[in-house]
């Protein structure tokens, strides 16, 4: 089986290229339908597990009153736990199916034993601005400022929430084995992927 996962900032094209990969290669194509099935294995809302898959869990703690800390449960935590061990059975049962590009998710850690092929999508800001601005619902208008604070604000939850899962660096070269820049265009990307897997 081949398996190529891509990790991606928000608003890079990292879904765009992954879409595009899948078809040109014949390969299966994962992302959104990962949300879907985890949601019917736990009997929880696309729209909830959806936030939870890209923000990191944070336990409670409640200090007692001699100082000391002890830790509370915390329900959020506990499903965001069990939503990841149901979002890594489903990545493995997935990558087993057949050939396959998977976007997000942690999948380049969760499936490493099968040696997939590690792309992480990157671009500058103005960059992603001008992507999301063309793919913005309708009716949004954000300023410039609001819209590169909205795409930090996403990145920090998805370089959290990897880190937590993964104890890895979110964007390091360290962890993948292909670095790319779509300021150049996707075109550019697609081939060089492309050329590399064939």
Same mark, same amino acid.
């Given at each position: ?7 991606? !900032? ?19 194509? =994962? ?10 294995? #736990?009997?929880?809302?696309?729209? =909830? ?15 007692? $009153? ?9 329900? $959020? ?27 997000? +998710? ?6 490493? !034993? ?7 999508? =990157?671009?500058?800001?103005? $960059?992603?601005?001008?992507?999301? +601005? !063309? +793919? ?24 959290? =929430? ?11 070269? !360290? ?6 820049? #779509? ?16």
């Amino acid at each position: 089986m081949k398996l190529i996962t891509i990790g991606r !900032e928000f608003g890079s094209g990292g879904r765009e290229l992954g879409q595009r990969l899948a078809e040109t290669l014949g390969f299966a194509y =994962y992302d959104s339908e990962i949300i879907r099935e985890v949601a019917e294995k #736990t009997n929880l809302s696309e729209a =909830y597990v959806a936030r939870m898959v890209e923000k990191r869990p944070f336990p409670l703690f409640s200090i007692t $009153h001699g100082g000391t800390f002890s830790s509370a449960y915390d329900p $959020h935590f506990a499903l965001n736990n069990t939503i990841y061990n149901q979002q890594t059975a489903i990545l493995k049962d997935m990558a087993n199916r057949s050939d396959c590009v998977i976007v997000g +998710r942690c999948a380049d850690y969760i499936l490493r !034993e099968l040696s997939p092929l590690r792309v992480f999508v =990157y671009a500058d800001m103005p $960059h992603k601005m001008a992507r999301c +601005r !063309e +793919r913005a619902p309708e009716g949004e208008h954000l300023s410039d400022r609001k819209l590169a604070a909205k795409i930090r604000a996403v990145d920090k939850d998805r370089r959290q =929430y990897y880190e937590f899962f993964t104890s890895q660096k979110w964007g390091s070269r !360290e962890c993948y084995d292909l670095m790319l820049n #779509t300021a150049m265009g996707i075109d550019a990307c697609l081939a060089a992927v492309t050329a590399l897997v064939k």
